[in-house]
């Protein structure tokens, strides 16, 4: 696990907090504006995720579809992502940084040629969203020779095999994804996520991160409340950054909603899981 | 070599299965249906019986009379045109929702491009009482209006996709991302031997029957296999029906016909195999039509069923091997095929069979000496009848 990925987890872990990752579309609604989305958000985040745009995302809602299309139609290019990523890691020295891309636009560049340039660019982690376990060793492989954490995707629909597999060749942290979403209000709901997540830890994955559906507070702490090591938010950071362009949503009020967000990863009372281990051994 | 599958799934390194985790217990779940229908003497019944009965198995070959009369060549024509459902769609779309009732599904989804996909499967639905719902782009359903009004009347609900290019393409984007929500009860019945395994192999052997048939008429009609095998390639459906048959008969020439459009080098064509690259679209790696950071480029053809920037993956396998070639058709040619065989031979085609048509004429004027050729004519040109009437100015005198 990169070095970032790994002191983030660990410091939370001792805090007794679980990490509120926001996620944006490279680019979007165009390069020059992104800089400074990406500043406003790396403010209030223990890690980014960050989407690299391309023509047919079959895994985003019509949300991020529709971002990456207007990143695209301003004209993001792969190297113009890569550019926003060194930016941001040169005023953010510890920041963990994810990317998630399409299998595309990996192999267009040559799988190793595409994690060196993310590795040069700073980038922590990449997820490819297209390519499940069961053709993820290529990329896996390519992944850490250029020092870079491959991560997967855990589904709800995921058998045993694919766990394991997720497990051996995932690092930096899990992208987990759950069958009902994670409301704090459904005990039920919060618990098969519990269990899930437990599975997960069963098989020494990296640490698990929530990352569907979460658009609330109540969400963020219903997540780490079942367990979780962080979360990602994307559609709701999203559709909030265009209210900000749009000038439907002021700045600070930006900014107080996104610390209500992370101030939620501040698990409570029992639902903390003491020694809860966030550093994959 | 009964298939040129390398490994399940693989066709040399091309293919795969190239979706989010989350579709591939889906995948998985399909593959075993499919593997376990292919052996049940029960279901083959089944689908013989509707194939004969419902869609009008097995179809004619016919040879052409007039089309090339001064050269060396014969011409036979494999009749997809007049299977119900007016294409051969209507093959693996019957197989398909066999298989979605064999699995418990109760819903089935569909993408469409020109329509023909898209009405094969709300026939299926209708007959088979399953609901169905089809995705098609914006910008297809202008095109193919009285396709759009078929489904409907057929009971099919059709979405307009307006995301992206408003075409094919996206039209499967939608299709997917639903599938990622509706898995547990809904069957996604892919049109073309495109996507992720194991849909170009179970497309491939519900359209099989194209090529067995053709193969035992054209031995009973001229004692011998043809010299070529032709047909039309979008994602490549029909192509690799009509080929599977053939390819372990090494002295029959395979011939893709792919969407030259207005010619590979303006940029404004679909031939992905001839001027494509290597790259991964829609769960295969595969060759597709994409800018040099992967963003994969919007493809153009007259025909809006070969309009699509991606291919079969075992279609670029038979072209690397050297076992078939793909060559482009131009817009130009495949609108004079359509009208010759109208006009010599009494049959209006699809504008996507025209391209093979089209090819085959002009084998027809090089050839010196005798040749069979075997068209695949993969479907009807009354969805076109609009279109080209606009193309030609009206009806010429």
Same mark, same amino acid.
């Given at each position: ?281 | ?58 179809? #004619? ?24 459902? /007016? ?306 100015? /009206?009806?010429? #005198?």
């Amino acid at each position: 696990m990169t070095r970032r990925y790994r002191e983030c987890f660990a410091a939370l872990s001792r805090s007794g907090r679980g990490a509120f990752i926001p996620f944006t579309v490279l680019g979007f609604p165009d390069p020059r504006s992104c800089i400074g989305h990406l500043e406003l958000l790396a403010a209030q985040a223990d890690a980014l995720e960050l989407g690299m745009p391309f023509s047919d995302p079959v895994a985003d809602g019509p949300t991020l579809q529709r971002a990456g299309a207007e990143a695209l139609a301003a004209g993001t290019t792969v190297r113009r992502g890569f550019d926003l990523c060194a930016g941001l890691r040169r005023g953010h020295p510890d920041l963990p940084i994810g990317l998630l891309v399409y299998a595309n636009l990996v192999v267009r560049r040559g799988v190793d040629a595409f994690y060196t340039a993310a590795a040069k660019a700073g980038v922590d982690s990449v997820l490819v969203a297209d390519v499940p376990s069961e053709e993820g060793e290529p990329f896996a492989a390519a992944a850490r020779r250029a020092g870079i954490s491959p991560v997967f995707i855990a589904p709800p629909n995921a058998p045993g095999a694919a766990l394991e597999r997720i497990a051996r060749l995932g690092d930096g942290y899990t992208y987990v994804l759950t069958r009902s979403g994670v409301t704090g209000a459904e005990q039920g709901a919060g618990r098969a996520v519990r269990e899930w997540l437990q599975a997960l830890a069963r098989r020494g994955a990296a640490p698990p991160v929530l990352g569907f559906g979460i658009s609330n507070p109540e969400q963020v702490a219903g997540g780490i409340a079942a367990g979780a090591a962080g979360v990602i938010s994307g559609s709701a950071v999203v559709t909030r950054l265009r209210e900000l362009e749009a000038g439907e949503l002021g700045i600070s009020a930006m900014q107080d909603w996104l610390r209500s967000m992370r101030d939620a990863t501040l698990a409570t009372g029992d639902e903390v899981a003491p020694g809860r281990s966030c550093v994959r051994q | 070599m009964e298939t040129s599958e390398t490994k399940p799934g693989r066709f040399g390194c091309w293919g795969g299965r190239y979706v989010p985790e989350l579709l591939v217990p889906p995948l998985v779940e399909l593959e075993a249906a499919f593997e376990s229908a292919r052996t049940d003497t029960q279901f083959q019944v089944e689908l013989n019986e509707l194939l004969r009965d419902y869609a009008g198995r097995p179809t #004619p070959l016919t040879r052409c009379r007039n089309l090339v009369a001064q050269t060396p060549a014969r011409i036979y024509l494999k009749r997809e045109d007049l299977l119900h459902g /007016g294409a051969h769609k209507t093959n693996q779309v019957l197989a398909q929702a066999l298989l979605a009732k064999r699995m418990g599904k109760r819903r089935i989804i569909a993408e469409t491009g020109a329509g023909q996909h898209g009405v094969a499967t709300a026939l299926a639905g209708a007959l088979m009482k399953i609901p169905v719902r089809v995705y098609m782009g914006v910008r297809d359903c202008e095109r193919q209006q009285p396709n759009v009004f078929r489904m409907e009347l057929l009971g099919a609900e059709v979405v307009a996709v307006e995301n992206g290019s408003g075409t094919l393409k996206d039209a499967i984007n939608e299709a997917l991302r639903d599938w990622a929500s509706s898995y547990a009860d809904t069957h996604y019945l892919l049109g073309t031997a495109a996507g992720p395994h194991p849909f170009p192999t179970l497309v491939r052997e519900f359209q099989r029957v194209i090529g067995r048939e053709a193969r035992a008429q054209i031995l009973e009609c001229e004692g011998r296999l043809p010299d070529v095998a032709v047909a039309c390639v979008g994602g490549g459906s029909n192509a690799i029906g009509l080929f599977a048959d053939f390819i372990d008969d090494e002295s029959v020439r395979l011939v893709g016909a792919e969407p030259g459009g207005e010619g590979v080098e303006t940029g404004r064509h679909g031939a992905t195999i001839s001027a494509g690259s290597p790259g991964i679209l829609h769960g295969a790696c595969t060759h597709v039509m994409q800018n040099n950071d992967g963003q994969i480029l919007e493809s153009y053809s007259i025909s809006a069923g070969l309009d699509y920037p991606g291919v079969g993956p075992e279609h670029v396998y038979l072209a690397e091997l050297g076992r078939a070639e793909y060559v482009p058709v131009k817009d130009a040619a495949a609108l004079d095929a359509f009208q010759a065989l109208s006009r010599e031979e009494g049959i209006i085609p699809a504008l996507e069979s025209a391209h093979a048509l089209a090819w085959a004429l002009e084998e027809a004027r090089r050839v010196k000496r005798e040749t069979v050729i075997l068209v695949g004519l993969s479907g009807r040109g009354d969805k076109d009848l609009t279109h080209v009437r606009g193309l030609l100015g /009206g009806v010429k #005198p």
